[in-house]
């Protein structure tokens, strides 16, 4: 390299460092600290990678296009900015950073965009299907803290796709279906009849299905249920359970959910097999599985 294109190449430099230097500082009278240091920091990551990749104008107008497709597409049912986060990895590692490991706690993992807050509540033994197609599957557990003590009257949410793979919010009949509520017992025991979790595509009609085409990623998620867990003085626990032998595990999950910790046996049951609480699955295949759930202390 010439001395010449040396200087060209440090005069370069150092204008797009005064312009990154100049955004920076034009954060310096922001009230809130930690917004300063989301604002500094998103700024200088954003300006190293614009500067790392050389990105062209015609590549940023492209990423605004497809920023503004992701807007256009979400509404209230469907939350194609999730998917964008979930398939980024920036959902889990969001929840890596806000989750940490604590003992023998239960791991999260992500969300997902098809929770509701009103589904409705079940007792014990009940069924969240309301109507979903599917292998019944017999869920049961406790819920601890990590020292072992039972946690009576936690909230637990609960919900899950059809044998579809279908979410009832992705269906446009208005049904509530494959999810409820329920609560504890003075043990901490829980249980309840879903689905046996079987594997789906994301939405991959929108721009987020765009994009992992392009770069020839499949939209699968590993099978899958959902849980949320509330209890008073405790971490609130999000997180799934996955099945046991589902070749997706292999595969890979789209949005980077699965721990090995969260994979459980759904264990297969003949027909004819008696159910735990004497419901009448005759001539029906069923299953069953446990996931005992351990929650770390608030703020842990």
């Not at 005064?18 to 989301?38: G, N």
């Not at 990749?53 to 900015?81: C, M, N, P, Y």
């Not at 509520?181 to 009849?193: A, K, M, P």
Request: charged share 25%.
């Amino acid at each position: 390299m010439t001395e010449k294109s040396t200087l060209t190449r440090d005069r370069q430099a150092a204008i797009e460092q005064e312009l990154t230097d100049r955004v920076l500082a034009s954060f310096d009278d922001t009230d809130d600290p930690r917004l300063k240091q989301i604002m500094r920091s998103l700024t200088t990551h954003l300006h190293d990678f614009i500067r790392d990749v050389r990105l062209t104008e015609e590549e940023w107008e492209k990423a605004i296009e497809f920023l503004t497709a992701v807007g256009h597409i979400t509404d209230d049912k469907r939350q194609e900015f999730i998917l964008l986060s979930d398939t980024l990895g920036a959902s889990m590692q969001t929840i890596a950073v806000n989750n940490q490991a604590y003992e023998d706690a239960t791991e999260a993992t992500v969300f997902g965009p098809f929770f509701l807050e009103d589904a409705p509540r079940i007792e014990a033994g009940g069924d969240i299907a309301f109507g979903a197609v599917g292998q019944p599957a017999w869920i049961e557990g406790t819920v601890t803290d990590t020292e072992g003590t039972p946690v009576p009257n936690a909230r637990i949410e609960v919900w899950e796709c059809d044998d579809d793979g279908l979410y009832d919010v992705q269906y446009d009949d208005g049904r509530m279906s494959g999810r409820a509520h329920l609560f504890t017992d003075e043990n901490g025991e829980y249980s309840f009849w879903g689905l046996t979790p079987v594997p789906y595509p994301i939405p991959h009609d929108g721009p987020v299905g765009k994009m992992l085409d392009a770069v020839g990623r499949s939209p699968v998620r590993a099978a899958h249920l959902h849980f949320m867990v509330h209890a008073e003085g405790l971490r609130t626990l999000v997180t799934h359970i996955f099945v046991e032998g589902d070749p997706q595990l292999e595969i890979g999950d789209s949005v980077f959910g699965v721990k090995n910790s969260l994979v459980k046996a759904f264990e297969q049951q003949p027909a004819g097999t008696p159910t735990p609480d004497g419901r009448d699955l005759t001539g029906i295949e069923w299953a069953r599985c446990r996931f005992d759930i351990v929650l770390a202390p608030e703020g842990a």
